[in-house]
């Protein structure tokens, strides 16, 4: 069975991922401070691990018996990406959505790590019809996830049009649990 490190898995975004990868048959690695860590299981997350408390590769690296892990999916930043190349397994995988980590860090031919941008904007961003029917797709299907209970939407709180731009600074600092939805009436 495959395993995946999934960063700030309390997080909107981390949250899908790991039920995601649960729903798949992954053992799922996740990153959480020790108060989310009930919670980022409760999304199905095999192991959580304290980010603040904890250093994360000497941890990753000691449950897989010094392996490593076949995919990270980072959320977090670059030099998160970065630190992540160190936990990942010979031809694993990194996909990153808050900054690419800096490649040199990993030699050439020696992990044979691939990496994945993960830009969903850039499809809009440059008029890539196929590439938005796509997302549009992927999109249908996670709402059918979602209907079928098999994903949990994790709707942390509903807000006002008006509270969007305090939501908006709350989600800047990165400590958000689940989805914070704005309701337009």
């Known amino acids: 069975m495959q395993t995946i490190l999934i960063h700030g898995g309390a997080g909107g975004v981390g949250g899908f991922g790991v039920q995601l990868a649960k729903n798949a048959g ?9 108060h989310n860590h009930e919670y980022v299981k409760s999304l199905g997350a095999d192991y959580v691990i304290d980010y603040r408390e904890e250093n994360v590769v000497e941890k990753v690296l000691e449950l897989t ?3 490593g892990v076949a995919a990270v999916l980072d959320t977090v930043s670059a030099k998160n990406a970065t630190d992540s190349l160190d936990m990942i397994a010979y031809r694993g995988h990194l996909a990153h959505i808050a900054g690419a980590p800096d490649y040199t860090k990993v030699k050439p031919f020696t992990k044979v790590i691939s990496y994945h941008e993960v ?3 850039a499809a809009h961003y440059i008029d890539d019809m196929i590439a938005q029917a796509d997302l549009a797709k992927m999109g249908d299907e996670l709402l059918a996830l979602v209907a079928e209970k098999k994903v949990a939407p994790m709707i942390e709180r509903i807000i006002s049009l008006k509270e969007v731009p305090s939501a908006l600074e709350e989600l800047s600092k990165r400590h958000v649990k689940g989805k914070i939805i704005a309701e337009i009436k």
């Open 26 to 34: 992954k053992i799922v690695f996740s990153t959480a401070s020790a």
């Open 119 to 121: 830009a969903l904007n």
């Open 65 to 67: 018996n010094g392996r």
